[in-house]
């Protein structure tokens, strides 16, 4: 019985080496980097400003980049900023890989885990690339449901049961049923990495369409800040004032 409690802790330790052991005959993404800078969103430009819907043109007047449903234009009109889960320190993906983190993979043949540097903390996202599907009880949140497979030597990831909300600082929204499928490969340089993101979400908008394309420059000796986010009083009120609710 003591040979097998001395046993145990190193099945334990094989299995997690196993599940992130670098898959053979594919790419080794595995390690740190930052963003470029460089990101080509739907309208051609940088749309993270907030905007006015009254005296702006949105898109130049075309709605091929952000092909909204009347209902999906409605509801980005009627979000309240104060909702902003970022006034309370929380990113939900995909915003948190469009804002200009540090992120970290580490690639292995059963879990990949895809992590972003905020708050002082990883933030860790799993992929499961055993290609099974959410279990029906599935909850919604922060990071979603995340599967992986490999195309080639293209890393490609579905996530679904996020919890929706802004995508953007102009509060762009996303709605739980939304389906975001990213698209990971090597830059022709042969260390940084090509990102895509797509969304399918038929609440919101009417086709599938691209929500963000950029450049990941590998990093190792990377800096990582120290700074914590402070939650926004007026937030922080508000949600103290739907509590007491």
């Not at 969103?41 to 907030?50: A, F, I, K, L």
């Not at 830059?187 to 990941?216: H, V």
Request: charge should be negative; glycine fraction near 6%; aromatic fraction near 12%.
């Amino acid at each position: 019985m003591a040979e097998l409690r001395w046993l145990l802790p190193c099945l334990c330790a094989l299995a997690i080496s196993a599940a992130h052991s670098q898959p053979a005959g594919v790419a080794d993404f595995s390690g740190l980097y930052r963003p470029s800078g460089l990101e080509v969103q739907p309208c051609g430009r940088n749309e993270w400003m907030r905007r006015s819907f009254d005296t702006d043109t949105f898109c130049l007047g075309s709605d091929d980049g952000f092909p909204f449903r009347p209902e999906g234009i409605e509801r980005w009109k009627a979000f309240s900023p104060i909702d902003d889960p970022v006034l309370g320190c929380v990113e939900d993906f995909p915003r948190n890989a469009m804002r200009g983190r540090p992120m970290k993979i580490m690639l292995g043949e059963q879990i990949t885990e895809i992590a972003y540097w905020f708050n002082n903390e990883w933030f860790v996202r799993t992929v499961h690339m055993n290609g099974a599907l959410p279990p029906a009880d599935t909850p919604h949140t922060v990071s979603g449901y995340s599967v992986g497979r490999w195309i080639g030597d293209s890393l490609v990831v579905e996530t679904t049961h996020t919890r929706g909300g802004p995508m953007f600082n102009d509060h762009k929204p996303n709605s739980s049923a939304a389906r975001f499928t990213e698209r990971f490969w090597r830059a022709p340089d042969g260390n940084n990495l090509l990102m895509d993101i797509s969304l399918d979400d038929p609440e919101i908008y009417t086709k599938p369409f691209l929500l963000n394309r950029q450049e990941w420059i590998w990093s190792p000796d990377a800096q990582l800040s120290q700074d914590k986010c402070e939650p926004s009083s007026i937030w922080e009120r508000r949600m103290q004032n739907r509590a007491a609710q």
